[in-house]
């Protein structure tokens, strides 16, 4: 009997990166996607803000494409008559909602070297803030460990599975990080620690996240230019989230245009609104029910 597959836990911009297929030998066989960090996945659990859900099918023959954003990106999700019962939930959730999700892993080739991955949900479930908030820090966790057994590959001069192992990484790890270093050559962490410290940030948004300073320590001129622009990118996202809400006339959300052109009455250039918006939607507190149109969550 074949052990059903762990499902990893990785951030949307560690998935979206992966480019190297392990095709499995004979019918049956699964296949894995290898990250760049050198998860192993051939199905993931994944929970976050579901932003948007179209039928591209028929009412026979529904296929529900939707997306799911967390912190670092968006999942791209596709289910069908194939998998019912999360076909029968996804149908039924109007976004924006909190979700969680385990699914297969699937890849697209539409030519050589392109490479589309999504996800092919098995079980769909609403959650809550908390839930989502949680999924975050275990994947900020599970990412550091990934993150140090590529460390310590590249520490070494001919890494080995065994050698990795010894250092505690699990078998599947450690041989995941090899057929990573393989195909990806030497890759640059500093992104991928970036991204957990973005999602930590994420976590704590009141939070500084620069070291303490004594109360009676001299403020220099580049602190007094900092403050300042913390607090008018905070006001800003207000603005915008006010600013879409006034014009989101019948409840279907805000055309970009219109917001462009009143954001730009208040200062806002379209270079700085788009980083804002970005940002809004990573937060999940805004999304697009239609192309071109944006509606508070």
Sequence with gaps: MMNREVAWRVFAGEFNSSRLEIKG?????????????????????????LTDIDNIGGEQEPLWRARVSD????FYVSSGQYQPEATAVLSKLQPPKFVAMVGKVRTYSPEEGTMYVSVRPERIAEVDLSVRDQWVLETCKSTLARIAAVEEAQSMSAPTAAELEKLGVSPILADGVLKAQAHYGTVELARYKAMVLDAVKFLMPDQRMAPDMPEDAPMGAEELDDEPEEASDVDKEK??????????????????????????????????LNEVTNLLLDKGMVYEPVLGKIRIA
């Design 25 to 49: 030998e004979g019918d049956k066989a699964p296949s894995h996607l290898i990250t760049p960090l050198g998860a192993v996945m051939n199905r993931v659990f994944i929970v976050g803000v």
């Design 71 to 74: 912190p670092t990106g968006t």
């Design 239 to 272: 603005l915008v989230l006010e600013l879409i809400e006034k014009l989101d006339k019948n409840n279907k959300g805000a055309t970009y245009d219109d917001i462009v052109a009143a954001a730009k009455g208040m200062g806002i250039e379209k270079d700085e």
